[in-house]
């Protein structure tokens, strides 16, 4: 019995499925899934842009490669960190089950191939905003994670980029003040400013504050094990953290009337995304009055919803 459990353990389909295991757990797939959603939708958000599978499939697998190059490159960078904390103790790289030379040839290869099928596919404008973002992500947020709290503030760029790579992608256009052709849900032809892909960067891009301050909340004592300063406070899970969600919350709302604005999105989204951000504002002031893990763990979840839900809703009341 135990020699046929040792054989199973050591045969090459088992330990191929670990590989592959590890390697899901390298890229942070569900992480990168929603950095994709965003960027996926975002491209379907452009007027120019009708519903195309092919398209999106490609938009969705190069999206994958460069995230998960980018979640790579973060593990190798911070093995020796994530080995003090108990959520990150067991990634492949901290681990030692994956070398780390295997984990940059790992992230040289699909963020190499993501920006090349970015290119071919679609356009440089957008390939060249994808590697800036991966480059600003890997190289910049990640080492500075360990020196100061305005790293949650460079790295909310690389996070919300995604929004303005996918409209990129739909537009060719990286000026925010270009113009483009595009059609109405009328069948009507209009030209449009390239505003859109600005206002879907800033709904994630303020959005991340009170999502990611609620998670350095609950894993304050691990991310103080590693050295890691993400809270605004240096003290910890202060009220002045609290009142910080309650902040960047409120800033969601004006933001969300935006999509109406400018006739991105109709009337029925126009009052989702004003339900959803008074939700984010209710919950983080329950936070900043309880300070209590119950109401941060409250905001993590709050805001995992919210970005499905704002930009499902955009998506399907678009003009």
Not at 138 to 159: D, E, H, M, Q, W
Not at 248 to 260: A, I, K, N
């Amino acid at each position: 019995m135990e020699k046929t459990a040792l054989h199973i353990v050591h045969s090459p389909t088992f330990s191929l499925a670990a590989k592959v295991k590890d390697f899901f757990i390298l890229t942070k797939f569900t992480l990168s899934f929603m950095v994709v959603f965003s960027c996926v939708v975002s491209y379907l958000l452009a007027p120019n842009v009708s519903f195309n599978f092919y398209a999106v499939c490609i938009l969705f697998i190069a999206g994958m490669l460069i995230t998960g190059a980018a979640n790579a490159i973060n593990q190798v960078v911070e093995r020796d960190t994530d080995v003090l904390m108990k959520r990150t103790a067991g990634r492949p790289v901290a681990a030692g089950r994956m070398s780390v030379k295997e984990g940059w040839y790992f992230a040289i290869i699909t963020g190499a191939l993501g920006v090349f099928l970015m290119w071919k596919f679609f356009n440089i404008e957008s390939a060249a905003v994808a590697l800036f973002s991966l480059f600003l992500y890997a190289f910049i947020y990640t080492p500075l994670k360990r020196v100061n709290s305005i790293s949650v503030l460079v790295g909310a760029f690389p996070g919300a980029l995604p929004c303005l790579i996918g409209w990129i992608a739909a537009t060719g256009l990286i000026n925010p003040f270009g113009q483009f052709q595009g059609t109405l849900s009328s069948g009507e032809t209009a030209t449009f400013f390239n505003y859109g892909g600005y206002i879907l960067f800033a709904i994630q891009f303020l959005w991340q504050f009170p999502h990611f301050w609620a998670i350095a909340w609950l894993a304050h004592k691990d991310y103080d094990k590693a050295g890691f300063k993400l809270l605004p406070s240096t003290k910890g899970p202060t009220r002045f953290s609290a009142v910080q969600s309650v902040i960047y919350s409120m800033l969601m709302v004006p933001v969300g009337f935006l999509p109406f604005y400018f006739n991105m999105s109709g009337t029925l989204s126009l009052w989702i995304l004003f339900a959803c951000n008074i939700w984010m504002v209710y919950v983080s002031v329950l936070l900043l009055v309880r300070m209590n893990a119950a109401s941060a763990r409250r905001v993590m979840f709050s805001s995992y919803f919210y970005l499905m839900i704002v930009f499902l809703a955009l998506l399907f009341d678009k003009i």
